[in-house]
Each structure stands twice: as C-alpha cells, then as structure tokens.
C-alpha cells in the first residue's frame, strides 16, 4: 500500500473548523483514502473514506485534491472529545485482504 | 454502526503463561478480521490477518508459533499469547470487516497486556 505523510500534531481551538492534511503523492488509481482517528486508550474508529470525489457524513468531510496526491479531513467544528489520533491510510481494493497498515497519524489538541 | 467486542478489557500475568484474547463481531459476520499490536506512543502495528475456516496470514517478523490465531466462526476470532514474557505486555486491537462492506473495519477496544 502507497505510504501517506501527515504532520505529527496539530492544535485546534475548540468549536472552530479543523483542517487536517494528508499527502499521498504515490497513491494509484485503485487506493482508496481512509480516514480513522484513535481517542486515547481505545481502538481506533472509522471517520470517512473517499476515492475521487469529495465525501460528508455526519462526523467529517473529505476534501482530496484533483490530483488525488492530497487530501484533507474537515472537521467543521472541534469539540474536545475530538481530540485524538488521525490516521490517513490508502487501501487498494486489489487484492482485497482489506488489511489497513497504519502510519504515525496526526495527533490532535482541542483547547477550551 | 457495527459492533466489534474485544475480551478481556486488560489482563496482567505472570511470564510463561499463554492468554487468550477473544474478538466478537457483535452484529455482523466478519469473514476476515485482523489482530493488532500498540506499543505506548506508537502507531497500530498489524500482526496477522484471520480468515474465518482457514489459517491466518501472519505479517512479516510476526511468530506464528508464538501468536497463536483461531477464527473458527463468522463472529468469532481468538488470539493466544503462548509463554507470554514481558516483551509482549502491549496494547492488543482486533478489527472486523463485514463481509459485504470492503471500505470500513470496525476495531475493538483493545485488550491491555501486562506480563510480570
């Protein structure tokens, strides 16, 4: 699976919007971006993934540049239990293990 | 969502004894789930992917013999930490895919491995 890079920390203020970036310059025409965040002491949890186009739920919205070689997770409004570990991970349906190989993740601080 | 039940929450023993963790998809079959290890301040590191009637697929440096898999339902996977020593005290995290959705794993909440 390609490899994505992300800051290791980020800061946010609590109840503003949240942009946290993931590059992937290597990513192929079959990955998928996934999304999951990590609180502490629990196991991580799926936030949003996407392909091509841009993607909302009801936790987050995916942003992933034209090229594909980026993306972007929005989180429109940061409370505290958002604080947590990011992780930006490609997945090719090739093959289709469905194994997710975990990078170190963004670690994220909400301040009150 | 989907619900992936990990047990025990945290075990302490004493080294040389073997632990068995259990991971249960609650409400969904998982064809395929997945064992993970965390160390303290560090990234999920995947150890073997279970397939449900077959052997797991172990990642490289990852002991077979010593992480012992078994998925012998749709909702069920257990792995064994056989002759556990302190080296192995971790945080261990199992996932489970739904067989129809290949996008989304649903994670445990983790076991806590504390060897004496």
């Known amino acids: 699976d390609a490899k994505t890079t992300q800051p290791n920390s980020m800061e946010s203020n609590e109840e503003e919007p949240v942009h946290l970036p993931c590059n992937h310059s290597t990513i192929s025409g079959t990955d998928y971006i996934h999304w999951y965040r990590q609180l502490p002491s629990q196991g991580p949890e799926y936030v949003i993934h996407g392909l091509t186009s841009n993607v909302n739920n009801r936790m987050a919205s995916l942003a992933i540049a034209e090229d594909r070689k980026s993306s972007t997770l929005i989180l429109h409004r940061a409370t505290l239990r958002d604080a947590a570990v990011y992780y930006c991970?490609?997945?090719?349906?090739?093959?289709?293990?469905?194994?997710?190989?975990f990078g170190q993740g963004t670690t994220l601080q909400v301040k009150p | 969502g989907a619900v992936v039940s990990q047990h025990p929450s945290r075990v302490i023993c004493k080294s040389g004894t073997s632990v068995k963790i259990e991971c249960r998809s609650l409400?969904?079959?998982?064809?395929?789930m997945f064992w993970y290890r965390q160390f303290p301040k560090q990234s999920l590191m995947l150890m073997a992917t279970s397939n449900e009637g077959s052997k797991a697929t172990y990642e490289q440096g990852v002991e077979k013999d010593k992480f012992l898999i078994n998925h012998a339902s749709l909702t069920l996977s257990t792995l064994t930490v056989t002759s556990a020593h302190p080296e192995d005290s971790s945080f261990y995290i199992c996932?489970?895919?739904?067989?129809?959705?290949?996008?989304?794993?649903?994670f445990g909440a983790g076991t806590r491995l504390s060897v004496l």
């Open positions: 409400d969904f079959q998982a064809t395929t």
């Open positions: 996932s489970a895919r739904p067989g129809g959705a290949k996008n989304i794993q649903y």
């Open positions: 991970i490609l997945r090719d349906v090739r093959g289709n293990t469905g194994k997710l190989i």
